[in-house]
Structure formats: C-alpha cells, structure tokens
C-alpha cells in the first residue's frame, strides 16, 4: 500500500525542531505556561444555558502526541471511577443535557466507557468520541468499532496531517498507517457516508501558525483520502494548538512563546466570541471537578463557585449540577483564550467563522 501522498498543502516539514523537542522532552521538564497567560485582555464571557458535557475520562493513552494539551501519555495512570461515572449519568438524566463529549487521553481506555456510552444513548444524548484511531488496534479493543457503531456514537477522530510522514514524526511510527486501516474499517461500518453514522476528522498545525482555511483543507483532505485510500468522512475540524501544556512548553524552550501569543492575540476577532464552546459547554475531569472548558482544566483554573454556593464550597463538582445553574456565570479566562478566536476561530467543533 502507497502510505504517502503526492501533494502537500500548508505543512511544515514534520522533521522539524518542534517536533523533535516534543519527542524527546520528559513531562517532569515541562515548562509551566500559566505565570505566562494570567495576565490578559481577552473580553469578558458569560454561560448559556448548558448544552454539551464535556468528560475527560482520564489521562492514559496509547499515544504521546506533540500537540496533546492534555499531557496525555501511556504513562499516566489518572482514570474517572465508577462513582464519578454514576454521577455523570445522573446528571445527564437530571439536566437532560443533549450531548455527551467524551475525551481524554484515550477515553475508550477507561473501564467504564461502554457502560456510560450504553446509559447516555438510553437516554437520548448524543455521544460523542474523540478517538485516535490507533486505539482501536489496542489489546482488549478488537470489537470497539462495532460497539461505537452499534450505540450510533458519533467519532471525531485525529489525522493531523494526511501525510505518513509528518503523522509519524507527530505521534509516532505507524500511527499513520494504522489510522488509514481504522478509517477504513470504520467506512465498512456505515461511518462517514453522510448518514447517522457521523465521522469527522481533526488537523493540527504542526508548529506555531495558524490552521489554514477549514473548508479548503477538508476538500483537499476528502480528495486525498478517497483517491489513496478510499476513504470518506463527513467533517474536518482544523483546530488551533493551544500554548499549554506539552505545546506551550515547546514554544518556552524555543523562545517562540511570546511570538505566538502576538499571533493569537493579533488575530483576534470579536466575532467568535459567541460561537466559543465555553458558552454552553463544561469540562469535567476525571475526579469530577468543574471547568469552563477542557483547556482550563490542563491549567488548573476551575469554575466559578455561584453566589449561591460562596463559602459553603472551594470549587464546583460535577454532582453539583444536579442542582445548580450556571446559566449567567463569569467563564474563566486568560491570555490563551485567543486561541479560540484567533483568524477562522478555534472549538472542539472546528472552526467558528
């Protein structure tokens, strides 16, 4: 099988110093970036009604991607327990929430993840997996795929490049040729053919510039991979990196951390604010606590306690959405904010212009 594509669009070289400095630096020599990103002025945000639970159900992947906010890695052992999960379900029956987006690491890892993928479709919600691909050739994994398909879970899975050259450098030797064999197999499944079985993918720059226009690469992407491989799907979402975690610390060690604030922060457009996630979407980790969105959960920076909670708690849980709104709530910010709404926008979703 040809695992390489003739063209290439927008890409930098993967054998690059980022890329290789990503490879290579342990998380215990990670560069703090929350002292960096404290001060701002980003504008100031306010919840809607709440629409989508984001859960992170633990920090253990099969991957250790350069790009990865998380920190993500097969050496983490954090896992959401059976009890968190309870709530969780609990709370999607109580608050009727609409939809489940279910992260990690690799979520499907966590012991609990069919259960709480059965529950949520008992009730309606839609589910959503942020999948790498790779997991589904994982020991103990071999009938994942039938089990998404069979619960109609919806998949948005990472391909950062349509390259096996720059994936690999990324996220590792034959991660690409894996994730060309799962796509496929999810394809005979029923996914990616514009019916109920949804299948998106996700770019990732390599370094530090912004993604280039969705709706182009998803063309070039839908092009490449159906003339190579056969291969269809349903969405692109080009995704800005965020200056966190493994990312973040790679610009600190390159001295490119303040250029790329200037490129978020110049970029800005007011505009995107109304489509940011944060607005209708909480981030719960996996002891359970509250966070307006995935990326304040790497930093540390949890939700606001509600008036009517002040002094009775230190910070929110997921089972106090069992009876408290957050509707009206200030949303936690700081300077890496702007990479939400830097040029076309930046969500779980995609783009936002």
Same mark, same amino acid.
């Given at each position: 099988?040809?695992?390489?594509?003739?063209?290439?669009?927008?890409?930098?070289?993967?054998?690059?110093?980022?890329?290789?400095?990503?490879?290579?630096?342990?998380?215990?020599?990670?560069?703090?970036?929350?002292?960096?990103?404290?001060?701002?002025?980003?504008?100031?945000?306010?919840?809607?009604?709440?629409?989508?639970?984001?859960?992170?159900?633990?920090?253990?992947?099969?991957?250790?991607?350069?790009?990865?906010?998380?920190?993500?890695?097969?050496?983490?052992?954090?896992?959401?327990?059976?009890?968190?999960?309870?709530?969780?379900?609990?709370?999607?029956?109580?608050?009727?929430?609409?939809?489940?987006?279910?992260?990690?690491?690799?979520?499907?890892?966590?012991?609990?993840?069919?259960?709480?993928?059965?529950?949520?479709?008992?009730?309606?919600?839609?589910?959503?997996?942020?999948?790498?691909?790779?997991?589904?050739?994982?020991?103990?994994?071999?009938?994942?795929?039938?089990?998404?398909?069979?619960?109609?879970?919806?998949?948005?899975?990472?391909?950062?490049?349509?390259?096996?050259?720059?994936?690999?450098?990324?996220?590792?030797?034959?991660?690409?040729?894996?994730?060309?064999?799962?796509?496929?197999?999810?394809? &005979?499944?029923?996914?990616?053919?514009? +019916?109920?079985?949804?299948?998106?993918? @996700?770019?990732?720059? $390599?370094?530090? *510039? /912004?993604?280039?226009?969705?709706?182009?690469?998803?063309?070039?992407?839908?092009?490449?991979?159906?003339?190579?491989?056969?291969?269809?799907?349903?969405?692109?979402?080009?995704?800005?990196?965020?200056?966190?975690?493994?990312?973040?610390?790679?610009?600190?060690?390159?001295?490119?951390?303040?250029?790329?604030?200037?490129?978020?922060?110049?970029?800005?457009?007011?505009?995107?604010?109304?489509?940011?996630?944060?607005?209708?979407?909480?981030?719960?980790?996996?002891?359970?606590?509250?966070?307006?969105?995935?990326?304040?959960?790497?930093?540390?920076?949890?939700? &606001?306690?509600?008036?009517?909670?002040? +002094?009775?708690?230190?910070?929110?849980? @997921?089972?106090?959405? $069992?009876?408290? *709104? /957050?509707?009206?709530?200030?949303?936690?910010?700081?300077?890496?904010?702007?990479?939400?709404?830097?040029?076309?926008?930046?969500?779980?979703?995609?783009?936002?212009?």
């Amino acid at each position: 099988m040809n695992l390489s594509f003739e063209r290439r669009i927008d890409h930098k070289p993967a054998n690059n110093a980022y890329t290789r400095k990503a490879q290579t630096e342990p998380s215990l020599r990670m560069h703090a970036t929350l002292p960096l990103l404290q001060q701002t002025t980003f504008p100031p945000l306010r919840r809607r009604a709440l629409q989508t639970l984001q859960v992170n159900l633990g920090y253990i992947c099969n991957q250790s991607c350069q790009h990865c906010h998380v920190n993500a890695s097969p050496q983490r052992t954090e896992t959401m327990s059976a009890k968190v999960i309870d709530t969780v379900i609990e709370v999607l029956r109580t608050r009727e929430i609409k939809t489940l987006d279910l992260t990690g690491g690799a979520p499907e890892l966590n012991v609990h993840f069919r259960r709480l993928v059965v529950a949520a479709r008992a009730l309606g919600v839609k589910v959503i997996d942020r999948c790498n691909l790779t997991i589904l050739f994982e020991p103990g994994q071999e009938a994942l795929a039938d089990f998404l398909a069979e619960q109609g879970v919806t998949i948005v899975a990472s391909l950062p490049c349509y390259s096996l050259k720059n994936v690999d450098e990324q996220r590792g030797k034959g991660t690409f040729e894996k994730s060309i064999k799962a796509l496929q197999q999810l394809n &005979a499944l029923g996914y990616g053919k514009g +019916g109920a079985l949804e299948l998106s993918l @996700v770019y990732n720059p $390599l370094g530090p *510039s /912004l993604p280039p226009a969705q709706s182009k690469l998803e063309a070039e992407y839908k092009r490449l991979l159906g003339e190579q491989f056969g291969i269809v799907f349903d969405h692109l979402y080009t995704l800005a990196n965020m200056p966190i975690q493994r990312f973040g610390s790679m610009l600190i060690s390159k001295g490119t951390f303040a250029g790329y604030m200037n490129l978020l922060r110049d970029n800005h457009k007011d505009e995107n604010l109304e489509a940011v996630m944060c607005r209708d979407t909480v981030s719960v980790d996996y002891n359970g606590a509250l966070y307006d969105c995935d990326f304040n959960q790497m930093l540390g920076l949890p939700s &606001a306690v509600p008036a009517s909670l002040a +002094g009775k708690k230190a910070r929110l849980h @997921v089972q106090d959405l $069992l009876a408290t *709104s /957050l509707e009206g709530q200030p949303i936690r910010i700081a300077d890496h904010c702007y990479g939400c709404t830097a040029g076309q926008g930046s969500s779980c979703g995609g783009a936002l212009a």
